[in-house]
């Protein structure tokens, strides 16, 4: 009947099996992971639209140092007479056409200013694009790293059932030999079916860790680590002032704030600008007459400049927020470099944590390993109780679990 019974539970859980574990995925590389993330991710999409933007905002600012053009043309036609633009002769048609030019020779050099401005808009901008691609880099090997924990987790707990099912095979070898009773026989059976909901429930984590890696990589199908990659750990190879030096020297978040504050004092040299004169020149070209083609024609140039002398302090409020502005980006700034500093010392103090518990785990699941055999060895020889055996099955699979932990928290 026990048989009968666990072989109906291992059928129905076979086919739960089946129905959760869905598609396995293809299987790639952290590195093909990688490149499909810089191709398909929405972020860097998002931020390489940000930098093409910045990028015509610098072509706009080049733009104030060319002259303005501009072609307009007018034919009039009505039912009854007027003097023609001559003034020689009365007409119901006429027919112009001008074209004209604007150049600012000065302006304060506030266009210097805001050129330099718009190169400083770009430059944060693909500061913020790598700092996107290194956060992207970042969740991609997060979910890497996290579909292969749950691929070894599912290995333990396949482990696992396969140890119940010698156990309970060995738990009725026992009752039939005198030495182990029927509630023994039942424990392995609950302990089979344990192992099995757990396995179910493994292998369900994996699924949705490869789904998780899609999301992050920027693709629809389920994608798998590739077999051969495991969790390894091993020394980092910098020291903590190499990282330091590494981090305030080309973390992106720490240059786009840099380049920020560079742009705000471009714009504060482009509020001063507003103080200074002046001055443009002007000329066009124009044919008028009312027959066509027109035989008129006049030409015009023209020099103008201008000093603002008050216009209700709006130039003083904008010098003044521009200050304000830059004040906040050089706080963000020294902020910003404050914070990498101590995330960098946090960072590798973790790490070095992380790689002492790991030495340790890996003892933890060797003694825990030689304890289940020996349990088994004294449950053979009828020393220790079932749960006993129970117990040493526990403590291996914590063990081993905590293992994994331990090395995908290091990655």
């Known amino acids: 009947v026990l048989a009968a019974a666990g072989a109906a539970g291992a059928q129905e859980v076979d086919a739960a099996r089946e129905r959760v574990a869905g598609p ?3 299987e790639v590389t952290l590195e093909e992971a990688l490149a499909l993330a810089r191709r398909n991710a929405p972020l860097l999409e998002q931020r390489a639209s940000q930098l093409d933007a910045s990028r015509y905002g610098e072509l706009t600012a080049w733009g104030q140092f060319l ?4 072609l307009s043309y007018q034919y009039n036609n009505s039912s009854s007479g007027r003097l023609d633009p001559t003034g020689q002769t009365i007409t119901r048609t006429s027919y112009s056409a001008q074209v004209g030019a604007r150049l600012d020779l000065f302006q304060g050099f506030r266009r210097l ?3 330099r401005g718009a190169r400083r808009g770009v430059a944060a901008s693909h500061a913020r694009l790598r700092e996107s691609q290194f956060l992207t880099s970042e969740a991609v090997k997060v979910a890497y790293y996290n579909a292969v924990a749950n691929r070894e987790l599912v290995r333990v ?3 696992r059932v396969k140890r119940q099912e010698d156990q309970l095979e060995f738990a009725r070898q026992q009752m039939e030999l005198g030495r182990a009773t029927r509630s023994d026989v039942l424990r392995s059976q609950v302990d089979l079916n344990n192992a099995k909901v757990a396995l179910l429930n493994a292998e369900n984590a994996a699924r949705t860790a490869r789904f998780a890696l899609a ?3 920027g693709v629809r199908e389920p994608l798998a680590p590739a077999a051969q990659t495991q969790l390894v750990a091993g020394p980092l190879g910098l020291t903590r002032e190499e990282l330091t030096a590494m981090a305030l020297r080309g973390a992106p978040s720490l ?4 380049a920020q504050a560079q742009a705000d004092e471009a714009a504060v040299a482009s509020a001063k600008a507003a103080y200074l004169p002046s001055m443009s020149f002007n ?3 124009a044919w008028s007459n009312a027959e066509f083609p027109p035989r008129n024609r006049s030409w015009s140039v023209s020099l103008a400049g201008a000093l603002p002398l008050f216009d209700g302090f709006n130039r003083e409020a904008q010098l003044f927020r521009a200050r304000a502005t830059l004040d906040q980006s050089r706080s963000a700034e020294r902020a910003e470099e404050l914070r990498l500093r101590t995330q960098v010392d946090d960072a590798l103090g973790t790490i070095e944590a ?3 518990s790991i030495e340790l785990a890996e003892q933890s699941v060797e003694l825990a390993d030689e304890d289940l055999r020996v349990s088994q060895e004294r449950y053979r020889l009828g020393l220790a109780t079932i749960l006993d055996l129970q117990t040493a099955q526990i403590a291996l699979l914590e063990a081993e679990v905590d293992l994994i932990r331990r090395r995908f928290d290091y990655q």
């Open 215 to 217: 999301e992050e990589v």
């Open 67 to 70: 002259p303005d053009l501009n």
């Open 113 to 115: 200013s805001d050129l």
């Open 354 to 356: 992380a790689l002492a």
């Open 157 to 159: 707990e396949a482990d």
């Open 24 to 26: 396995a995925g293809r």
């Open 255 to 258: 240059v786009a704030l840099q």
């Open 283 to 285: 000329g066009g070209w």
